[in-house]
């Protein structure tokens, strides 16, 4: 496994703080609608990201998840000025401004979606992975999704292709509890998510979503596994989200106890405070990364204001070629 440092903390809490920092500037800009549709956070669980990205060999593994998906990109290496441009739905955003929250894409990155259909990118995952075994490229790709996803049909037609064929693709359960704003005790007579794994004889664990060395620690197990040639492996992240499913979310289902109750093992407290037991930074170096933080974040939103809208010719452009479908260019 490759070694957790003093600067692994350091990059954690450099990383977690501004994606946290970043979704918080989403949900101010959404409440003025310079986001418009739905918008969903990933606030609380920076930690099973963070941990995955320690483990992955970012210049071939690939990653697809749901639509809970701003920061996940950033992690990739795309740039965050172009990310919140595409939520602003602005001509310089991933995808032209066209995917929106839901759907932020960038194939140089290896980050495939973003994708609003309730476990719809569960098979496409594992369709990615059988793309790089077919072509021997040694990748994995770890595909995500929900709790609520768990309980798709796709999810078993995939996991027992993905068994048969060995694909090398690591499957991880993101479960915060509720699938949208249903417990996962309501939606199944178990709550032990991993398990299901365990039907079709896939590899699988549940870990500590909301620590970053633990998720890291599995990863790395399940990401070799799957390298080898060995086939899937799943992966169940107990983790928590602070905000709601969506801005739209009145949280009626769950109490501001709760909540609080998950806050006291914040995954970005628990780095910091690691960070400073340790002295890896003076509180002055703490500062100056928080300062850091602000004003990237502040560039981002500057970088979406000021960009333009795309043209509506565009419309086009992303469906058909003109081409070959010349007289589309008189249509408009």
Not at 89 to 96: A, D, M
Not at 295 to 317: G, I, M, N, T, W
């Amino acid at each position: 496994m490759k070694k957790i440092t003093k600067q692994t903390y350091i990059d954690w809490y450099k990383d977690m703080l501004f994606w946290r920092k970043f979704e918080d500037k989403l949900a101010a800009v959404y409440i003025q609608q310079k986001v418009r549709g739905f918008l969903h956070l990933y606030n609380g669980q920076e930690a099973v990201l963070a941990g995955a990205l320690h483990s992955m060999d970012l210049s071939k593994d690939k990653m697809i998840t749901a639509y809970r998906n701003h920061v996940q990109p950033i992690g990739m290496g795309v740039d965050p000025k172009r990310i919140m441009a595409e939520l602003y739905g602005k001509e310089t955003g991933t995808s032209h401004g066209m995917g929106g929250s839901m759907h932020i894409f960038s194939k140089e990155k290896g980050f495939y979606g973003g994708h609003g259909i309730v476990g719809g990118q569960i098979p496409l995952g594992a369709g990615i992975a059988f793309a790089d075994k077919y072509h021997d490229r040694k990748a994995v790709t770890l595909t995500y999704f929900g709790d609520g996803a768990a309980r798709q049909g796709s999810l078993h037609e995939t996991f027992n292709m993905a068994m048969s064929w060995k694909l090398p693709v690591v499957f991880i359960v993101e479960n915060n509890g509720y699938a949208m704003g249903t417990s996962v005790e309501r939606t199944a007579n178990h709550t032990d998510i991993w398990k299901l794994g365990l039907a079709y004889e896939m590899p699988s664990e549940p870990v500590d979503g909301m620590n970053p060395v633990a998720v890291a620690k599995a990863m790395d197990k399940a990401i070799s596994h799957a390298r080898s040639g060995k086939g899937p492996y799943f992966l169940e992240m107990k983790t928590y989200r602070y905000r709601g499913h969506s801005m739209s979310d009145a949280q009626k289902y769950r109490t501001k106890a709760e909540v609080a109750e998950y806050k006291k093992i914040d995954p970005i407290s628990q780095v910091l405070k690691v960070i400073q037991d340790k002295k890896y930074l003076t509180p002055e170096e703490i500062q100056a990364i928080n300062e850091d933080v602000k004003a990237r974040v502040a560039a981002c939103e500057k970088f979406a204001d000021e960009s333009p809208y795309p043209k509506k010719e565009q419309l086009y452009d992303m469906v058909y070629e003109q081409e070959n479908y010349p007289f589309l260019k008189h249509r408009l």
